[in-house]
């Protein structure tokens, strides 16, 4: 938080310049921005307030690195907003400038919609709000961590006791010290070279900040991975990553980079300073959504975090890159191998071993540096009386070291520590009771302490000492010697180690060692009673894993599991094999299962179904579908009813109703179950249903409300299911004619369209669409069509429903017709037809026959007496009906400016009027803006009318008023949005402009086409009149622009 | 379809890690190396192989594929 700022650099108007106020104001000062001295102040300052002509801010410095970095601040209300600057030598004024005019629009933007909020009446929204926006208390914050299950959770982000004496390894410390100036630092050896022990000397010796995360096999699926990589983030600043942590937890997939994105912005804005980011034993990752998200994090590394990877296997990250460029440092086997002081040091000190020096000799040439290898030669010889026999067995024998050494150490234990030791080595980890469950004995925990005492291999986990593991190596060995002497115990000790952590809540090592044993059986049961459930909290990959393991033929036969893996399937994208699956499910679905499971396979079924027919953008049959699977899921399953009622919410969309009922529907979803991405889509899903009730400025509130959801404005718009925020209040700004506004949420969310798979196709055709229409407002038609081609290109790529795609194609007639391509136009009109009388609307095809309305009415500009103009009569009025019953006020409006420009048409200025005047009526409350002056000057003529009757004379007024702005800023009189100019030019026009354009004067002109003069000036009135210019220099680029010589 | 491998470690493994190793045959070469060879399914346990034997620290000499009886080699060093 930003501290009051006892210097102000203001600018002042009386001056014209910037001043410096120092001192609380008691000194001003000249020192000029930008200068010498400007920056020899600000490296000294720590902060100041600006006050700019275009917004106010207070800056700050944090040194990074010993490098100062600038951000400026402000607050609204209880809100922070933090933009970062640069460093010192980019605190220009322009940068200064633009900074706060940035934090200024986000707040002029906040104010507006609180100033809604409080126009609007409490009713529905504010169980809304409440429900939706509940905070999440502290407390909860380990329901969002994967392994918040895993008592270990903790013990993961410590950094290992390091035993209380080692060799220092002062020369490999000193290498460490590059790891302040480099982004990766790779420690690559196999097991058994001190990897860890390294690091752990260096951590204890290090001043500066370090965080830990000691990673494991299961570790290896993405979410789990991310989740812990931020909490090993967090225990230097907690409020790194809490929005990403969120996103995790959704079921959907969250993009890699997204999430690295995130998390790369919360450390550049947080107050830690210099720190590195240990993984230790990195060899467990190979999945891919793993590594890209590493190669982005590395690519996008905050300058004060610095990663240090160790790892038995080069992990696939850029490293040759790296190297190139000076940001690696590596520390491989040679580089750790103990020397020959090295050997002798650890035998003597840590080992208490004085031997003489050809004894180390041997050992180190047998050896070499291994540390692993020269520990077990250690506990070998430690209380033996003939160490010169042992030592010259040793060297003459070429047996791996290894085997050697730990058979020599397995042999000296009592039978007891021989036996549990080889029992509980399938075990991961150790903890007393778990051993006892295992081995069936009792007093584990004691045998456990012992093991360490003795140096034998065994690693304490935690604090508290109640878990342990055995030195990978060691337990690979005992592994082994299990396998060869006593394979038959296997199945028994894996199930017994199932059984306890099943009991003890932990299923996914319960399911490991069920596939383990192998006992399918268990592993099945244990799969279907957790799988989707609130156990694996997104760790999808995970799950896949296991059902990968099972038997295809044991799979097949269980139509619980087959469902829930194409769910799974279905959530990572994988349609075809998750309907393969299904196609399973239903085949061995029979009547003997019991009655719950196979309701709720049917209702996965449907499900499925609704989910692929809506990533395909058929919205009627996935609301269908939807239904089904509402009717199979039985009243307790909650969660499944809240995913799938997420689909059948969709229905407005279908039928066009937006009746309060529906409004209940949805609010009701959004205080049900559910999670957050769920609550999050739902909310959206109630802002765009409002603004179909034409109920914009309620829309916009509901928005913000869950912009509010998120603590940093950044969050919402990288969440991946939510272009859907961006798209529909860019779209409400676009109709208030905010148009800046409007395309910078718009584009945001484009670009979130870019970079992800997004299922929700209408919210993508909305986006689209909006960003056409808004780029039409601005008369920049080629822009417009690009992004409809776009649009284009995404729906054949993803395989779009017809009915959208025609959507688009009908916005594209649109921009056609604002170009004067009304031939164009028409073509395509005339091959569609007009909904059949008596049918009921299709309310997916109204964008179409709104289109098609303004082509005909364009057409019927040009043949007045078209009959075709009645028939668009007959059904603007059709849609007017169907959206007056199901409450649908934005197309009202629209239907009644299109009634009002047809009755222009047929010169029925009464009706116009009228029509008009209850579109005014209707409109004036929620500053509808565009909506009318996209129909262009005919639309600006008939508010003149409706001017001069006195209706809405003040909302008429300011629409108008927008008329002329845009005018001014695009510069393109008189062309009527739909069909050229609305009065096209006669021959004779034509050819006095283009005697114009050449620069012949009037007399000139009058000479050449053998006219008076006064003939030429009516002409050039009529042409400016048309035109809509009043210059002659306008009438020349008007004439190029619109190509009409 | 399976394929006949002959990995080369350094240092002489105890025969009971056959097991370990998918059942690949142990042996020795005189020279105070291992040589685990036998029938693998394929490219990916190959590779499960090659994990255990670097999970152990062992050093890798090479890796064959053995392509016909007459133990003609394909390919050669790993």
């Known amino acids: 938080m930003p501290k009051k700022a006892s210097s102000l650099l203001a600018w002042s108007s009386a001056q014209q310049t910037y001043v410096l106020f120092l001192d609380a104001g008691a000194i001003q000062c000249s020192i000029e921005p930008e200068s010498a001295v400007w920056f020899a102040w600000l490296d000294q300052v720590s902060s100041f307030a600006f006050s700019g002509q275009r917004g106010s801010a207070t800056l700050r410095k944090e040194i990074i690195h010993g490098e100062s970095y600038w951000y400026a601040y402000r607050r609204t209300g209880e809100k922070l907003t933090k933009k970062y600057i640069g460093k010192t030598a980019a605190l220009t004024i322009a940068r200064l400038e633009q900074c706060a005019s940035m934090l200024e629009a986000m707040q002029v933007c906040r104010e507006a919609l609180q100033q809604n909020e409080l126009l609007t009446p409490p009713d529905a929204e504010e169980c809304v709000s409440q429900a939706t926006f509940r905070p999440e208390p502290d407390s909860s914050r380990s329901l969002f961590y994967p392994g918040s299950h895993d008592p270990l959770f903790a013990a993961k982000l410590q950094v290992p006791r390091s035993r209380t004496q080692f060799v220092s390894r002062s020369h490999l410390l000193t290498r460490l010290q590059q790891v302040w100036t480099t982004n990766l630092t790779l420690i690559s050896a196999p097991a058994g070279f001190g990897k860890t022990t390294l690091l752990t000397q260096w951590v204890t010796k290090s001043e500066r900040t370090v965080a830990w995360l000691s990673l494991e096999p299961q570790d290896n699926d993405p979410t789990r991975f991310l989740s812990y990589l931020i909490a090993a983030l967090q225990t230097l600043d907690p409020h790194v990553g809490t929005s990403v942590l969120k996103l995790l937890r959704s079921p959907e997939p969250t993009p890699s980079e997204t999430v690295v994105a995130l998390l790369t912005n919360d450390l550049m804005h947080s107050t830690v300073g210099d720190f590195a980011l240990v993984l230790d034993d990195y060899h467990h990752i190979t999945a891919e959504r793993i590594q890209r998200a590493m190669i982005s994090l590395l690519e996008h590394l905050p300058p004060q975090m610095h990663l240090v990877i160790a790892t038995r296997a080069d992990p696939s990250l850029p490293l040759s890159c790296l190297r190139t460029h000076g940001h690696l440092l590596e520390m491989r086997a040679a580089d750790l191998r103990f020397s020959l002081e090295e050997t002798r040091l650890f035998l003597q000190n840590v080992m208490g071993l004085a031997l003489p020096i050809e004894a180390i000799h041997l050992i180190e040439s047998r050896v070499e540096g291994w540390i692993a290898g020269l520990q077990l030669a250690a506990l070998s010889l430690q209380g033996r009386a003939d160490v010169s026999t042992f030592l010259s067995n040793f060297s003459g024998s070429h047996r791996f070291v290894l085997d050697y050494l730990s058979e020599e150490v397995l042999t000296r234990q009592p039978t007891w520590v021989q036996s549990f030791l080889l029992q509980t080595s399938i075990l991961d980890r150790l903890s007393g009771p778990l051993c006892d469950a295992v081995t069936g004995q009792k007093g584990s925990e004691v045998a456990l302490e012992k093991l360490e005492q003795a140096n034998l291999f065994v690693v304490s986990l935690d604090d508290e000492q109640r878990w342990y593991r055995y030195h990978h190596l060691f337990a690979e060995v005992l592994r082994r010697q299990l396998y060869s002497l006593q394979p038959e115990s296997l199945p028994e000790l894996h199930r017994r180690a199932s059984v306890w952590y099943e009991k003890h809540g932990q299923f996914v090592e319960a399911v490991n060692h069920a596939l383990a044993a192998p006992d399918f059986e268990q592993a099945v049961c244990l799969i279907e009673s957790c799988a989707l459930s609130e156990i694996l909290q997104g760790q999808l990959s995970t799950l896949l894993g296991w059902l990968d393991a099972l038997p295809n033929a044991l799979a097949q036969t269980r139509p619980f599991l087959c469902a829930q893996q194409a769910i799974a399937l279905l959530i990572t994208g994988q349609v075809d094999a998750a309907l393969l699956r299904m196609q399973e499910a239903e085949r061995s679905l029979h009547l003997d299962l019991p009655v719950e499971q196979i309701q709720m396979v049917r209702g996965w079924m449907a499900l499925l179904h609704a989910g692929i027919t809506y990533s395909k953008g058929d919205l009627r049959q996935s609301v269908m579908y939807a239904q089904e699977a509402l009717r199979w899921f039985p009243e307790n399953e909650e969660h499944w009813r809240a995913a799938v009622t997420s689909f059948a919410n969709y229905s407005y969309l279908v039928s066009g109703d937006v009746r309060s009922a529906m409004e209940q529907q949805i609010v009701a979803a959004i205080c049900g179950p559910g999670n957050l991405y769920t609550q999050l889509r739902q909310t959206a899903n109630l802002a765009r249903l409002q603004s179909m009730q034409g109920r914009l400025h309620q829309a916009a509130l509901t928005y913000a409300q869950a912009e509010q959801r998120f603590p940093e404005h950044i969050s919402l718009y990288a969440f991946a299911g939510t272009p859907a925020y961006s798209f529909g209040l860019g779209d409400v700004l676009r109709e208030w004619n905010r148009l800046d506004e409007a395309e910078y949420h718009l584009t945001e969310g484009i670009e979130l369209v870019r970079q992800t798979w997004l299922m929700d196709t209408h919210v993508i055709l909305l986006g689209y669409v909006s960003l056409a229409r808004l780029k039409l407002a601005r008369r920049a038609f080629a822009e417009a069509l690009s992004v409809l081609e776009e649009f284009s290109h995404l729906a054949q790529e993803r395989d779009y429903n017809a009915v959208f795609i025609a959507q688009g194609v009908a916005i594209q007639m649109q921009i056609e017709l604002a170009q004067g391509n009304l031939a164009r136009a028409i073509r395509w009109a005339d091959e569609r037809t007009w909904p059949l009388e008596g049918e009921p609307l299709n309310y997916l095809c109204e964008r179409e026959y709104l289109v098609m309305a303004r082509v005909r009415i364009a057409q019927g500009r040009k043949e007045p007496k078209c009959a075709l103009l009645h028939e668009v009569l007959g059904v603007l009025d059709r849609i007017l009906k169907d959206a007056e019953t199901k409450s649908r006020k934005s197309s009202v409006i629209e239907v009644l400016l299109l009634r009002a420009l047809t009755f222009a048409v047929l010169d029925d200025r009464t009706q116009a009027l009228l029509s008009l005047d209850r579109a005014l009526q209707l409109a004036e409350p929620e500053g509808y803006i565009r909506l009318f002056i996209d129909e262009g000057k005919v639309m600006e003529a008939l508010l003149h009318q409706a001017q001069a009757h006195g209706s809405a004379v003040d909302y008429v007024g300011a629409l108008l008023a927008a008329y002329c702005t845009q005018r001014e800023t695009v510069g393109l009189p008189g062309m009527s949005p739909s069909g050229g100019l609305i009065e096209p030019l006669t021959e004779r026009e034509r050819e006095v402009l283009r005697l114009l354009v050449a620069g012949l004067s009037n007399a000139a002109i009058a000479e050449k086409l053998v006219i008076t003069v006064g003939t030429v000036k009516r002409h050039i009135n009529s042409i400016y009149g048309k035109l809509g210019v009043n210059s002659r220099p306008q009438a020349i680029r008007c004439a190029h622009m619109l190509g009409l010589l | ?78």
Do not use: C
Not at chain 2, 31 to 52: C, F, P, R, S
Not at chain 2, 67 to 73: A, L, M, N, W
């Open chain 2, 1 to 78: 379809m399976m394929n006949h491998y002959e990995i080369r470690v350094k240092g002489q493994l105890d025969p009971q890690w056959s097991e370990w190793f998918e059942g690949l045959t142990i042996s020795y070469d005189g020279e105070g190396n291992t040589i685990l060879h036998g029938l693998l399914v394929d490219q990916a346990a190959l590779q499960g192989v090659l994990m255990k034997i670097h999970d152990l620290a062992l050093t890798l000499l090479a890796v064959n594929t053995i392509i016909s009886s007459r133990g003609q080699q394909e390919s050669p060093e790993a």
